[in-house]
């Protein structure tokens, strides 16, 4: 959750958005299955795509996500990552005696729709957050472990009702506490046990995801050399656990000085890391992998960080990190979220950490460490619903296409706005445009651009199909798009690919809060979990070989060209 700087200077939208905002569901549904006949293509905007070779390729766990460190502020809320349990019976009346009490991990559920991919837990909260080996576990977490009783956890994990209970009223005054002490800037440390360590490892085994834990980087010697020996700590005991993790060291040093009182240089934080390296060569994490330096947005003070961190430490990383958000969370407004030059800042962004990575160490891969929409939690009403995607989605398009290997989103759960899975435990609109893109979309970008004038308005990008998908095979093409236009789009494909049929995926808000909505459809069909267990199935629309692809006004959508035999994708 940290502060990257002011954002970039905002132009204003054009007429008409406003007011479109508050409208409903745009577009007439579509009924799942049913094939759809060409649509009028007379007013149809070519599209000019690239198949025979990909231009990057990104890594399985590109979409990725975090935990920040903050949950861990009472580690009794961590608690939360163990499951939940159900109050009553399925008919609603007989409480469940505990012996009978199924297991109802929802959270898990949801993260591993999310899989592969990586689980950060991080965020300006690591730098003050200490390892106490001796420290007994809380209530909570002691309920909690109490529940297994020799089962398989991830099978039998959950927290017993009551604590879920309880857990449950007192956390909208533990986030207002979290979200106070982020805006006041006042950082109170807090320790954590062993028993938050192995909650947050079970949940991301569970859930079929890989680690990365942040290290304190704030804990320093007298003469500003890190302190290691609470890393140490730690990793003795992770060792004794075999636990299997990445790892990472400070969050956003560029802002040490505001949150703390110290500044670290570039040279010095270099150091550090060449330390907690030669301290992993010495464990059992000899072949852990290493990430940083977390930087924030990349200007000023902060690019002479990440330079001379690189020229100094970056060959002990195994990939460079540095976070993104596009506005402040207090001001922004629902206009800010549609506004195409809004999202174009973020290209210039990534340009300036290329432009220092090339020059200092031009092979290592670079991670978007932590990214949303606003910083600071995000903004109230606008990072959780549906006006959201649009800053999301753009950002995975051009994170893929300007060679960005793995972007983790802020975050999967946990305090404030710009969350994936509410207070409730149940998915936002950006969950299932997140599931959407994982089942999708393959790791081969592509090329893939609009004819004509309406590139800011009406962006799209192309990948290779993900082949996992049991529906699609090697050849095939995942366009996306995003509809910033208050008109339906109608885009037509290459002549080539013409005869080809193609699946649709349009995505939009579902009930009558239109774009502020917490919830979507997907064809015309509201999504939600069949169970606390089980995921619904995301039902395409086909449409007849010909057909331009119809995106409505202020949607987004996944069009996957099958049979396509694209050389890139071979």
Not at 128 to 140: A, N, V, W
Not at 147 to 170: H, T
Not at 392 to 421: C, P, T
Request: charged share 20%; aromatic share 10%.
């Amino acid at each position: 959750m940290g502060r990257p700087g002011e954002p970039e200077m905002l132009l204003p939208l054009k007429a008409g958005l406003a007011l479109l905002l508050l409208l409903g569901p745009l577009g007439a549904s579509s009924t799942p299955g049913a094939l759809a006949g060409p649509a009028q293509t007379q007013d149809a905007v070519e599209l000019d795509l690239s198949t025979e070779r990909p231009v990057h390729l990104v890594s399985p766990s590109f979409l990725s996500f975090t935990i920040d460190a903050n949950l861990a502020t009472d580690p009794r809320f961590l608690t939360f990552l163990g499951g939940h349990s159900y109050l009553f019976s399925k008919q609603g009346s007989v409480p469940l005696q505990r012996r009978q009490t199924k297991s109802s991990p929802k959270l898990r559920t949801l993260a591993r729709g999310l899989s592969p991919a990586y689980l950060r837990f991080g965020g300006t909260k690591t730098d003050f957050l200490i390892f106490d080996p001796k420290k007994e576990p809380s209530f909570e977490e002691r309920s909690y472990w109490q529940s297994q009783f020799n089962q398989d956890i991830c099978k039998s994990g959950f927290i017993p009702s009551d604590v879920q209970k309880r857990l449950q009223l007192e956390w909208p005054f533990q986030e207002q506490l979290i979200l106070r002490e982020q805006h006041q800037k006042k950082f109170k440390s807090s320790t954590y046990s062993r028993s938050s360590v192995d909650i947050l490892y079970t949940f991301a085994k569970c859930s079929r995801l890989d680690l990365i834990f942040g290290l304190n980087a704030l804990l320093r010697t007298a003469d500003l050399r890190w302190n290691s020996s609470n890393a140490q700590l730690l990793l003795d005991y992770c060792s004794s656990m075999s636990y299997n993790m990445s790892w990472e060291l400070g969050n956003e040093p560029n802002s040490f000085q505001k949150k703390a009182g110290i500044f670290i240089d570039g040279l010095q934080l270099g150091e550090d890391f060449i330390e907690l390296h030669e301290l992993l060569g010495k464990s059992t994490f000899k072949t852990a992998k290493l990430y940083g330096p977390d930087v924030g947005q990349p200007r000023g003070k902060t690019v002479k960080i990440l330079r001379s961190f690189l020229k100094a430490g970056g060959g002990v990383i195994d990939s460079i990190t540095w976070h993104h958000y596009y506005l402040n969370g207090r001001i922004a407004t629902k206009e800010d979220f549609l506004n195409p030059d809004v999202l174009d800042t973020f290209i210039l962004s990534v340009q300036k950490v290329f432009q220092v990575v090339n020059k200092t160490r031009p092979h290592k891969k670079v991670w978007l460490g932590e990214t949303s929409s606003a910083y600071g939690g995000g903004a109230p009403l606008l990072s959780n619903t549906f006006a959201a995607g649009f800053m999301w989605l753009d950002k995975l398009g051009l994170s893929a296409r300007m060679g960005i290997e793995v972007v983790m989103r802020q975050v999967f759960f946990g305090a404030g706005n710009y969350h994936l899975v509410d207070e409730n435990f149940e998915p936002l609109p950006d969950y299932w445009l997140s599931l959407l893109f994982k089942k999708l979309v393959g790791t081969n970008v592509l090329m893939a651009s609009v004819k004509g004038p309406d590139r800011s308005k009406l962006r799209v990008y192309l990948h290779c199909t993900n082949i996992n998908h049991p529906r699609y095979k090697e050849g095939d093409l995942t366009l996306y798009a995003l509809n910033l236009h208050n008109v339906t789009k109608h885009l037509q494909l290459p002549y080539y690919l013409f005869d080809k049929q193609v699946d649709r995926y349009v995505v939009k808000p579902s009930g009558r809060d239109g774009l502020f909505s917490k919830s979507v459809q997907l064809n015309g069909q509201t999504l939600k979990m069949v169970d606390d267990q089980t995921l619904p199935a995301l039902i395409e629309h086909p449409l007849r070989p010909g057909s331009s692809l119809g995106l409505p006004a202020f949607s987004y959508g996944f069009f996957v060209i099958r049979n396509a035999k694209a050389a890139a994708c071979i």
